[in-house]
């Protein structure tokens, strides 16, 4: 009997909810209590340095050192108070996740002692020792000088007893090493081409800002049972397993009671989220038993996304507290749903207005017309590379799966929105505009509702959806840094606003009126970005083949699906934007193949190991108490009796050969392809490689070893079963 996998099950069986210690204050009171907010920049900073500090965020300004030196003082006294020990610049290298490196705030005090001391120039910048973080051959390891630099938008916190201060993280011939600096790089832009085209209708708009509200979706599993599956452990996802009798056929989990233990672990998160200023809001069940959901209300796009890594870690640090573990793997187990991490995005100006959603008079019909139509053309314009940007090994098992978004990008939009700009393709543009001097604009389409009636209609099967005001980008995957998803869609969006911009300016100076030049272009460009509008089913068949007619990215394999970063219009359009280089590009595919490479080749070795040390063996053990028993049968019954009685088992046995044996070859060959994979130099042909011959492999073995999980004794079985890790909570 497999004394380890009853031993957790049993263990998982017995707990109960850990009591959450509730705060005496209400939540308003304890909101943000570990953030640097400007309530505590007030109460911490001289006035003069608060002043100067505001100043310098709102308006994207440097600091001085003198003001810098302020901070620091105001800023560790704060952290200090608040029982913080060591401070580290925390910034998002190109790996998912954070990285941190603490220091202590003591210095010599030249007497032999120490102080605790914090500078303007520590608060600034520091040099981490880089040379371990991926950077796409562009930082040679011996010359290991990348830099980290505070990055003012996004306020300090404490997390654990440790100042940590966002920063961004760059090589010292200036190219990004991470995510948020092309991502300030890319809401910058989107700012200046948003808000240039949102002055035709209001003058007074000076900034644009970007807005993202993410949808986190995870598993949880008991950590008993989950320390009883080592594929689980090293690479977060079920290698294997035989799918259990009920899943989700019966679609009682989404939404309905959330379990006790799960309740307290939720209540835990929410509180530990609120101190840290992240504004939690919803949670609630998911489709798959044991997934749920965490959503936040949405931010500003750069703050929202230091929230959400800033959330990954704090997950998985409270699920423990209340023995569970958190899978943010896309797609833990197969043969259910997987976990995305929905972007909500919009843009919306200073002045309050949401750009993507209905207005109450034409002009304000006619600005939302203008942003949805650019938001189109632009992912029209780069599909693939969106596609890009979302994709990776894990979301790879969840792209083109069954429930989730397809491996093509296309755009839904609803009935009503689809009518209207039908509407604007067809007609002529002064039946369109009827101007008369008193009256200003008047549009004729039919009104444009301010809350899309059809919100029924939101079709799941969309990978960007246009939800009443705002697009959901729903392929994002649920593991992944939002901010590779917000690059590309920001950076697109405003090299598309750009160039929307400089055709309306030329048509104006040839004599055309305003209003006039802004919807002779936009039908242009709704005639151009019709093949990325799709509202029908994105899971059907039909579907892939009409998308390939239309010449959207239809490419699945992962490693190739990373070659549309390099394409001509994605290099234009990553530079005219100011957010990669040409260099950066390559470094960062780079790092895409070797990551992909680095992340088949451990669920290989770990499906090997599995296979022949712990599977085979216990399937062999099985074998042989049935071969005794067609001994014994054959024994006790002599004859033809015996042998008729002994097939049952013979069957058996002989099925279980063949699955054996099968697994062997594969496994062989698996192991072999890994080999000549790791010979080839290049990073993309090597990434294709492990694609090609190495995924296939691990496919076939982990048919097989779930065709013996069903016929191998249960008692014998030692890996916790699949309705043992999704039922047990
Ligand atoms: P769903 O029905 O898809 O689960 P919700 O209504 O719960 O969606 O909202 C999902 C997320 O969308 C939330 O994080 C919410 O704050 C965010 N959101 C709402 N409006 C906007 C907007 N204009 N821009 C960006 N995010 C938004
Ligand atoms: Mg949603």
Not at 343 to 366: C, H, I, M, R
Not at 565 to 585: A, P, Q, W
Request: glycine fraction near 6%; aromatic fraction near 10%; charged fraction near 25%.
């Amino acid at each position: 009997m497999s004394k380890l996998r009853f031993k957790v099950v049993e263990e998982a069986f017995d707990r109960k909810a850990i009591p959450v210690e509730i705060p005496a204050e209400r939540p308003e009171q304890y909101y943000g209590k570990y953030v640097f907010n400007r309530q505590k920049m007030f109460e911490y900073l001289p006035k003069t340095t608060y002043d100067a500090l505001v100043e310098a965020i709102d308006n994207k300004k440097p600091l001085s050192r003198e003001v810098a030196d302020s901070v620091a003082a105001g800023m560790k006294q704060w952290a200090i108070d608040n029982g913080a020990r060591h401070y580290t610049h925390w910034f998002h290298p190109l790996t998912d996740g954070t990285a941190e490196k603490h220091d202590a705030f003591i210095e010599h005090d030249g007497k032999g002692g120490v102080v605790e001391q914090f500078t303007g120039k520590l608060l600034v910048q520091q040099e981490p020792d880089a040379s371990s973080f991926p950077n796409g051959g562009i930082r040679n390891t011996f010359e290991a000088r990348g830099y980290s630099a505070w990055d003012i938008s996004s306020p300090a916190f404490i997390l654990d007893k440790t100042l940590c201060i966002p920063t961004i993280f760059i090589s010292y011939t200036g190219e990004s090493l991470d995510y948020k600096t092309p991502l300030l790089r890319a809401l910058n832009s989107v700012d200046k081409a948003a808000t240039g085209v949102a002055q035709y209708f209001d003058p007074n708009v000076k900034h644009v800002n970007s807005y993202l509200g993410w949808e986190q979706e995870y598993f949880l599993v008991d950590e008993a049972l989950y320390s009883a599956r080592p594929d689980l452990v090293m690479t977060g996802r079920t290698l294997m397993g035989h799918e259990s009798a009920k899943n989700q056929q019966l679609e009682d989990h989404y939404f309905g009671a959330i379990p006790s233990r799960v309740e307290a672990f939720m209540l835990d998160l929410e509180i530990e989220c609120h101190r840290l200023g992240i504004p939690a809001k919803t949670r609630h069940n998911e489709v798959a038993p044991n997934q749920f959901e965490l959503a936040p209300i949405f931010e500003e796009t750069n703050l929202a996304n230091d929230h959400n890594l800033l959330l990954m870690s704090l997950i998985a640090e409270v699920a423990r507290r209340h023995n569970f573990r958190v899978l943010l793997h896309e797609k833990p187990f197969s043969g259910i749903n997987g976990s995305g991490k929905h972007n909500n995005w919009s843009l919306g100006t200073d002045t309050g207005v949401l750009l993507f959603a209905p207005g109450k008079t034409p002009e304000a019909n006619l600005q939302f017309i203008t942003f949805i139509a650019n938001v189109m053309a632009a992912v029209y314009r780069h599909n693939g590379v969106l596609k890009a940007s979302i994709a990776s090994a894990t979301n790879g098992h969840r792209l083109g799966a069954n429930e989730a978004p397809p491996a093509i990008i296309s755009i839904f939009m609803g009935t009503q929105l689809s009518e209207i700009l039908d509407k604007l393709e067809k007609d002529d543009v002064d039946e369109i505009i009827n101007l008369s001097a008193k009256k200003g604009l008047k549009l004729n389409v039919d009104q444009i509702p301010e809350i899309i009636i059809d919100n029924t209609d939101r079709n799941r099967t969309s990978p960007f959806a246009f939800t009443g005001n705002r697009f959901e980008f729903r392929a994002v995957g649920s593991s992944a840094n939002c901010a590779s998803a917000m690059i590309a869609l920001n950076a697109a969006v405003a090299e598309q606003l750009m160039e929307f911009k400089a055709n309306v300016d030329a048509r104006i100076a040839n004599g055309q009126d305003k209003n006039h030049a802004i919807l002779s272009e936009i039908k242009e460009i709704i005639k151009y970005s019709k093949p990325i509008h799709f509202d029908g089913n994105g899971y059907s068949d039909e579907w892939k083949e009409e998308a390939a007619r239309r010449g959207l990215d239809c490419e699945t394999s992962v490693p190739k699906i990373f070659d549309a970063y390099l394409s001509k219009s994605s290099i234009d359009m990553f530079k005219s934007t100011g957010v990669f280089t040409e260099v950066e590009l390559e470094a960062r595919n780079e790092v895409k193949w070797e990551m992909y490479t680095k992340k088949i080749q451990i669920e290989a070795r770990v499906l090997g190991d599995l296979a022949v040390n712990h599977v085979i063996p216990v399937a062999i053990r099985y074998q042989s108490v049935l071969t005794d028993n067609v001994f014994k049968l054959k024994t006790l019954f002599p004859n033809e009796k015996g042998d008729k009685l002994a097939q049952l088992d013979l069957d058996t046995i002989e099925r279980m050969s063949a699955h054996m044996a099968t697994i062997m070859e594969e496994t062989k060959k698996m192991v072999n392809a890994r080999k000549a994979a790791n010979r080839i130099e290049n990073e993309r042909e090597k990434a294709i490689a492990y694609h090609d011959t190495v995924v296939p492999c691990m496919d076939v073995i982990r048919y097989h070893i779930d065709k013996l999980e069903l016929m191998v004794d249960d008692e014998m079985w030692p890996l916790p079963k699949y309705r043992e890790l999704l039922f047990i909570r």
